[in-house]
């Protein structure tokens, strides 16, 4: 399973941790947890914790469980995460493999060596869509950064290339 939702990468990679045990170890409601991480951390509304919750899933530092959302027990790492983000996260792998084989590539251009990896539905879903797809690159950018896996360019800062 590839999950989507990939909120802003935070300055650190300790906010990772933050966010994580900001999850309750006791599963509970996606509404109960959501509320729990706008309250403990600087989220602006629980669109953007549920963004979280489910990002989380996707590094496999919470689950989904009959009962609600916990966190796991796996201790956020940057490793572990790069390796999490890179197979279960949509399009981060495409991304990375975009600037192994063009080079450094600021956000427009990863954008359009991945253009063709968005799903049909999400072109007619939103008039918007490539609008969309350019932020979600960008914060794809941004992690690979904070997961070690890419950097920003020293003469251009604009540009991102593998590490």
């Given at each position: 399973?590839?999950?989507?939702p990939?909120p ?7 906010y ?11 599963p509970?409601t996606e509404?109960?947890?959501c509320?729990?991480?706008?309250g403990?951390l ?6 953007a914790?549920r ?11 919470a ?5 609600g ?7 956020p790492?940057v490793?572990?995460c ?5 197979t279960r996260?949509f399009?981060a792998?495409a ?9 450094p590539?600021a ?13 049909r539905?999400e ?12 932020e ?13 896996a890419?950097e ?9 290339r593998l590490?």
């Amino acid at each position: 399973m590839r999950f989507k939702p990939v909120p802003p990468a935070p300055e650190a990679f300790e906010y990772v941790t933050r966010v994580q045990r900001a999850v309750p170890l006791v599963p509970g409601t996606e509404d109960d947890c959501c509320a729990r991480l706008v309250g403990r951390l600087d989220l602006s509304d629980r669109d953007a914790a549920r963004t979280w919750l489910t990002f989380l899933r996707a590094l496999e530092l919470a689950e989904e469980t009959p009962s609600g959302y916990r966190r796991t027990d796996a201790e956020p790492t940057v490793e572990g995460c790069r390796e999490a983000f890179l197979t279960r996260v949509f399009a981060a792998d495409a991304v990375r493999d975009a600037l192994a084989s063009e080079g450094p590539l600021a956000v427009d251009a990863a954008f359009e060596a991945v253009r063709e990896r968005v799903p049909r539905w999400e072109r007619h879903r939103d008039a918007e869509w490539t609008a969309v797809w350019r932020e979600r690159v960008g914060r794809l950018l941004d992690w690979l950064v904070l997961l070690e896996a890419a950097e920003r360019g020293d003469d251009d800062p604009s540009r991102y290339r593998l590490t």
